[in-house]
């Protein structure tokens, strides 16, 4: 059995690439959600975006300004996860497979 | 009265654009010496780190269209202005999550490396770079329409001249220094363009006593409370979507962004940078809210538009208001070297789809030796460099945003379905994925052509200008009949006769205005962002000819590539 083999049926790597898999395919999602969330209130909710928050600052500044600001932390959210659960995982595996 | 030093070489200008100019080519000059492999001149020896890479992404991104353009919309438009602010965001979230371990761990310089990695060499790289070359072609065309257009604006220097100076400097940095001193070019620029901002920001913000309150009180009394609001810009929700998903899925197609990958030395650091690359362009659109309402007040809206129509001198307008000719001579600066930055990578790009791609990868079937892969790279750096430059000076005159547009549509419907599909979905073959590409280039560059943006505006400018002059005489025209009938209807009191005269004119010029009006060119397609319909078709394209064409081989390599886009390089 070649080490490719042998890390493909590995039960760590199989919950690896899923946990990745998943991860990734949520936060796709939210950000998705965001962003067409954002252009669906502009396109349907006006009336929503013109409210007053104080003064004469409307509800729609803080919307546009939070999803760029939102975007950045899912951004962080992802790198978080990844540069430490994520690579540490990749570590047991690939050293594992050397180890045999 | 002269109101602006605009248009005008000015001292301090010309001094910081020779400082920036020196600074630069003296940075190529040391970066040569590092640029003698083919890992060197494309990925600048993998030594970049994540935070400077992030930097470089965002010099490389941030285009003179951003910088000028977005701060212009706000500043005219108001709120729909930062609908645009939001949009060329949110595609780096995109890339983080679906493609940054699967671009860093299966490619060396291309995103044909990744598509071609468990199928067919020749087709894939031969389809890879064409859609890379069409996607990098419209939008250097646009950056180079818009360096002549801005470096007339602010230096007053002919447009062909500007074209060829902006040419020459760009081959000059590539050709010599390589992916290092490109990086360099891109950290200077973002430093500069993101320090710039923000000491326009906070100059504004005093003028106001740093309150946010205050400016937006001072926007709604000298604008109504409608500037605050969204407008009339997303009229069809279906157009808006689309374009949506082409800032969405175009980022994450762009080879000059993608290229970016692979100048750090793993895949934490590819990550690293993406997260700082999205803060800083995020940054920069946020403070873009601010020069664009702040010019609004101060400068107003009367002076922006009455310098440039499209409101694109709204930021350099500003930093003279707040800082004189000196502040102003910087900024200009900053725009110069801004479009300098970009050029340079779409450049570098353009080269290593021809050299790598097309030339190592198609025709010397991999077997080119280093020397020679270095010598194609620089053959190709100087044939772009040389294209670039006739191009700009070609489609002078031409809308900015409607290249970039194609750029962003052919980035989306090409690039993004083959490299997503090859990393996640086993079944997908050659045939696929080469059906994939072109469906997406040609369907993208197709329906653009066949849209109102080009069909009408463009081919069809002179019936359009036509038809439209027919019905504004032939409205005078009734006016002037309708008014005399008025007149006499004044003088003579109400008669039935002159009524009945009115009524029957106004019919009338309905009538002849819809009879008119049909003469008006339509686009073939009605959309001006085809995004939604040839991303699409893309993507079914390479699903149903994957699912006619089985591949036995691209199946089992599937398990390989997996291991390598989880686990990273280094597990043969």
């Known amino acids: ?100 | 009265m002269q109101l602006t030093a605009i248009g005008h070489a000015h001292i301090t200008s010309i001094l910081f654009f020779l400082f920036f100019v020196l600074g630069t080519l003296g940075i190529t000059y040391w970066a040569a010496k590092r640029a003698r492999t083919t890992e060197e001149f494309y990925a600048a020896g993998r030594s970049v780190t994540g935070f400077r890479n992030g930097l470089a992404l965002a010099g490389d991104y941030i285009s003179a269209a951003s910088f000028l353009g977005i701060a212009g919309l706000v500043s005219t438009k108001g709120y729909d202005g930062l609908i645009y602010s939001v949009g060329w965001l949110v595609g780096w979230p995109i890339i983080m999550f679906l493609i940054s371990e699967p671009l860093r761990n299966l490619g060396k310089y291309t995103f044909a490396d990744v598509v071609a990695y468990r199928l067919k060499q020749r087709p894939i790289r031969a389809a890879a770079a064409s859609s890379s070359l069409v996607t990098i072609l419209f939008y250097l065309i646009a950056q180079m329409v818009g360096a002549g257009t801005l470096v007339r604006f602010i230096f007053g220097v002919p447009y062909d001249a500007a074209i060829v100076v902006v040419g020459l400097l760009m081959i000059f940095y590539v050709l010599f220094g390589g992916m290092l001193a490109t990086t360099w070019v891109q950290i200077i620029k973002a430093v500069l363009l993101l320090g710039g901002a923000t000491i326009l920001v906070l100059l504004t913000l005093a003028q106001f006593g740093f309150s946010y309150g205050e400016l937006f009180g001072q926007v709604s009394k000298m604008y109504g409370d409608q500037f605050l609001e969204p407008g009339g810009l997303i009229t069809s929700p279906l157009e808006a979507f689309s374009l949506g998903l082409a800032l969405m899925f175009g980022t994450a197609g762009l080879p000059h962004i993608l290229m970016r990958f692979y100048t750090v030395p793993d895949i934490k650091e590819a990550r690293k940078s993406v997260f700082y690359a999205t803060g800083f362009i995020g940054y920069f659109y946020i403070l873009t809210v601010t020069i664009g309402f702040g010019s609004a007040v101060l400068v107003t809206r009367k002076v922006i538009m009455g310098i440039d129509i499209g409101g694109n001198m709204a930021g350099p307008l500003l930093a003279e208001f707040l800082g004189g000719t000196p502040f102003l001579g910087f900024l200009a600066a900053v725009g110069f070297a801004t479009i300098l930055a970009v050029v340079a990578g779409l450049t570098l790009a353009g080269a290593s789809a021809l050299s790598q791609d097309l030339y190592v990868g198609v025709v010397r079937r991999g077997a080119a030796n280093e020397k020679e892969e270095v010598k194609v790279a620089k053959i190709a750096t100087l044939v772009l460099g040389i294209t670039a430059i006739f191009l700009g000076i070609l489609f002078k005159g031409q809308n900015v945003a409607i290249m970039v547009g194609f750029a962003f549509a052919v980035a989306a419907s090409a690039n993004f379905p083959a490299l997503l599909l090859s990393v996640t979905w086993r079944k997908f073959t050659t045939r696929g994925a080469v059906t994939s590409l072109y469906t997406g280039v040609v369907l993208s560059t197709g329906l653009i052509i066949l849209g109102p943006a080009v069909w009408v505006d463009v081919i069809h400018k002179d019936e359009k200008a036509a038809v439209e002059k027919q019905i504004q005489e032939f409205e005078t025209d009734s006016k002037y009949k309708i008014e005399a009938l008025e007149k006499q209807k004044a003088e003579r009191g109400t008669l039935m006769k002159i009524d009945a005269a009115i009524a029957g004119e106004r019919t009338l010029a309905d009538a002849k205005k819809k009879e008119l009006s049909a003469a008006m060119p339509k686009a073939i397609f009605p959309m001006n962002n085809p995004a939604l319909i040839s991303m699409g078709l893309s993507f079914l394209a390479g699903i149903i000819v994957s699912l006619l064409s089985p591949e036995k081989e691209a199946q089992t390599k599937f398990d390989d590539e997996k291991v390598r886009v989880y686990v990273g390089i280094g597990m043969k």
Not at chain 1, 37 to 48: D, I, R, S
Not at chain 1, 65 to 94: M, R
């Open chain 1, 1 to 100: 059995m070649s080490r490719k083999t042998k890390i493909l049926n590995d039960a760590d790597f199989k919950s690896l690439s899923e946990q990745k898999n998943t991860i990734s395919l949520v936060l796709v999602v939210l950000e998705l959600v965001l962003y067409f969330g954002f252009v669906a209130l502009v396109a349907f909710n006006k009336p929503f975006l013109s409210a007053k928050l104080s003064g004469a600052i409307t509800v729609g500044i803080p919307v546009a300004v939070g999803t760029i600001l939102l975007s950045w932390v899912l951004t962080g959210v992802y790198i978080l996860w990844a540069n430490n659960k994520y690579d540490a995982l990749v570590k047991k595996v690939k050293d594992k497979a050397r180890g045999q």
